[in-house]
């Protein structure tokens, strides 16, 4: 049986990227930007990432990404600081 993780993230500074926490998952991750967000959430696998090289999550956004054998903690995101976003995965 795989495990379901489930967990909410909050930007921590405006603008620089910070990495997902530590949480294996064996097939993918969604992750949501709340409607009430102020700005989007830019999602990456770099930690130099910018809003030029990321996915841009608007606020209501989600995305479903495929992270087979992977761990969360290989995501990073930027946005501003305050807003948060939710991820759930398997």
Do not use: H, K
């Amino acid at each position: 049986m795989t495990n379901l993780i489930a967990f909410q993230a909050t930007i921590a500074t405006t603008g620089a990227p910070q990495n997902l926490p530590d949480n294996p998952v064996v097939r993918s991750v969604t992750i949501n930007a709340p409607a009430t967000n102020s700005s989007a959430v830019v999602i990456g696998n770099v930690p130099d990432l910018t809003a030029d090289t990321g996915f841009i999550l608007d606020a209501g956004q989600s995305i479903t990404l495929a992270l087979p054998g992977g761990n969360t903690e290989a995501l990073w995101a930027i946005g501003t600081a305050g807003d948060v976003f939710s991820i759930v995965g398997t």
